[in-house]
């Protein structure tokens, strides 16, 4: 016969957390495979990429929901859903402002323009065999050139694979897939059909029921930078970069200050003049300016 009072038993929360995240890295390692370069290779890496991530991210999303759920409570469980970040290895961005394109700096320097209702998720770090984005809804990407590592953009039904370029793409419920290329040159692959296409500067392809179908364009339908540009706290640095690249041609903005060039901030900018816009960061910022030639300098008053 038990004596005394018999102690409750109650989940260690902390602990199985601990213990799923060990698992899931383990689990991770052990799939992980060695890519080599060339075509065939790389486009294996990304169908087993698809494979081994989609079920990953719905368990742990399932499982964090749980946990929050019984450790904080309905409160804090709106405030995790809304965090940008929905694992440790993985960044989600969402772009909600009307009329504006929101600048994502990728890893290695890469830049994406995330149009309005755009959903665009990319890894912390890009390793070491491949650099690799997941887009839903429309975005313009300007990729760092790498002949070593080639940098992918997953949509619902066709993968594009690039090595240094710039282009538009979009993939949402409206348009299940339409490709320009401004720069470059770009292999787009069907994924339902394996059908792959190589996609030139001043091209256009869209997906149709038999497939992809390629076009010519007027260069002028990839215009797109005289679009609005948020920027959601990134360096002073990053934006006067990504400034530079879309005003090509006209003046060039430079940072006279090392400090000031770490400087984070948040606003929004119209893409017309290297003037106009180093103009709007002197007065938002309180900064002063000079011109000399061709470009515009920028430091602390």
């Known amino acids: 016969m038990k004596s005394g009072i018999e102690k409750k038993w109650e989940p260690n929360v902390e602990l199985a957390w601990k213990d799923f995240l060990s698992r899931a890295e383990l689990e991770t390692l052990i799939q992980t495979e060695e890519v080599e370069a060339g075509d065939k290779e790389s486009t294996a890496a990304i169908k087993s990429r698809r494979k081994r991530f989609a079920p990953w991210i719905c368990s742990a999303t399932t499982i964090c929901i749980i946990v929050c759920i019984l450790s904080f409570g309905s409160l804090d469980l709106f405030k995790f859903l809304g965090t940008p970040s929905f694992s440790d290895e993985l960044i989600t961005r969402y772009n909600e402002r009307e009329g504006e394109a929101l600048a994502v700096i990728l890893p290695d320097g890469s830049m994406a323009f995330l149009f309005e209702g755009g959903l665009l998720t990319h890894p912390c770090s890009f390793q070491r065999n491949e650099r690799w984005v997941i887009l839903e809804g429309e975005a313009f990407f300007d990729v ?25 793409v979009r993939s949402d419920s409206i348009c299940p897939f339409e490709l320009t290329v401004q720069s470059g040159r770009v292999r787009a692959t069907f994924i339902n059909e394996d059908q792959e296409i190589i996609v030139e500067e001043g091209e256009n392809v869209f997906l149709l029921d038999n497939g992809l179908q390629k076009s010519d364009i007027d260069c002028f339908q990839v215009n797109w930078n005289s679009k609005k540009i948020f920027f959601n706290g990134e360096s002073l640095e990053q934006i006067v970069r990504v400034v530079n690249e879309s005003i090509r041609g006209d003046k060039q903005i430079f940072i006279e200050d090392d ?16 003037e106009s816009i180093a103009n709007n960061l002197c007065n938002t910022l309180n900064l002063e300016q000079s011109i000399y030639e061709d470009v515009i300098y920028l430091s602390s008053k």
């Open 144 to 168: 760092v050139e790498d002949d070593n590592l080639i940098f992918v953009v997953e949509t619902k039904f066709v993968d594009i694979e690039v090595v240094g370029t710039s282009f538009l």
């Open 259 to 274: 400090y000031l060039k770490q400087r984070v901030i948040t606003l929004s900018l119209f893409i017309e003049s290297s």
